[in-house]
T-cell receptor, first 114, second 108 residues
Framework: KAGVTQTPRYLIKTRGQQVTLSCSPISGHRSVSWYQQTPGQGLQFLFEYFSETQRNKGNFPGRFSGRQFSNSRSEMNVSTLELGDSALYLC?????????????FGNGTRLTVT | GIQVEQSPPDLILQEGANSTLRCNFSDSVNNLQWFHQNPWGQLINLFYIPSGTKQNGRLSATTVATERYSLLYISSSQTTDSGVYFCAAKAAGNKLTFGGGTRVLVKP
């Protein structure tokens, strides 16, 4: 089985621009969650989707948004980028509706904002 | 929300040594996971262990839910064990919260 696939792996953007990151979960997994990792704040939860519905949301400003498609693929969008948005963005999938299932992470997208 | 603290923050081991990493959490949890982040950034799920003990090769983990802590044991460490180990915990109805991690360096 292919693992969680995140694209692109690396991204460089300028302040004020917007960016869209993509995540394809493991085949058969219906839950997708997103995390931001920075040296200062560590790993922080962004949001979680199950069956195209947002199930939980972290404490991030409205510039961070996401969605999930009927094939379980998910995208997250960050608008009006700030320097502090530079981070490794990680996506994880889990197999079922149980919010306590083990998570399987992708390799991440490293975003640099200049 | 739940607080998750890991200790020690850094650990340097000689190859072959054993070690114990600790994770304390501030509330009752129904989800506790251990991850290893390799130097390339990928997080690998090691254990899903809200309670009890599990073993997988040289790694084992124990969670004592009533006392709000979990331990990860690494035996006969190898250089490939280097990286950052995270525990993450979730209380009912809340989001999964990660600890600050333990950075492990295994020297040959």
């Amino acid at each position: 089985k292919a693992g969680v696939t995140q694209t692109p792996r690396y991204l460089i953007k300028t302040r004020g621009q917007q960016v869209t990151l993509s995540c394809s979960p493991i085949s058969g997994h219906r839950s997708v969650s997103w995390y931001q990792q920075t040296p200062g704040q560590g790993l922080q939860f962004l949001f979680e989707y199950f069956s195209e519905t947002q199930r939980n949301k972290g404490n991030f400003p409205g510039r961070f948004s996401g969605r999930q498609f009927s094939n379980s693929r998910s995208e997250m969008n960050v608008s009006t980028l700030e320097l502090g948005d530079s981070a490794l963005y990680l996506c994880a999938s889990s197999p079922d509706s149980n919010p306590n299932s083990p998570l399987h992470f992708g390799n991440g997208t490293r975003l640099t904002v200049t | 929300g739940i607080q998750v603290e890991q200790s020690p923050p850094d650990l340097i081991l000689q190859e072959g040594a054993n070690s114990t990493l600790r994770c304390n959490f501030s509330d009752s949890v129904n989800n506790l996971q251990w991850f290893h982040q390799n130097p390339w950034g990928q997080l690998i799920n090691l254990f899903y262990i809200p309670s009890g003990t599990k073993q997988n090769g040289r790694l084992s983990a124990t969670t004592v839910a009533t006392e709000r802590y979990s331990l990860l044991y690494i035996s006969s460490s190898q250089t490939t064990d280097s990286g950052v180990y995270f525990c993450a915990a979730k209380a009912a109805g809340n989001k999964l919260t990660f600890g600050g991690g333990t950075r492990v360096l295994v020297k040959p």
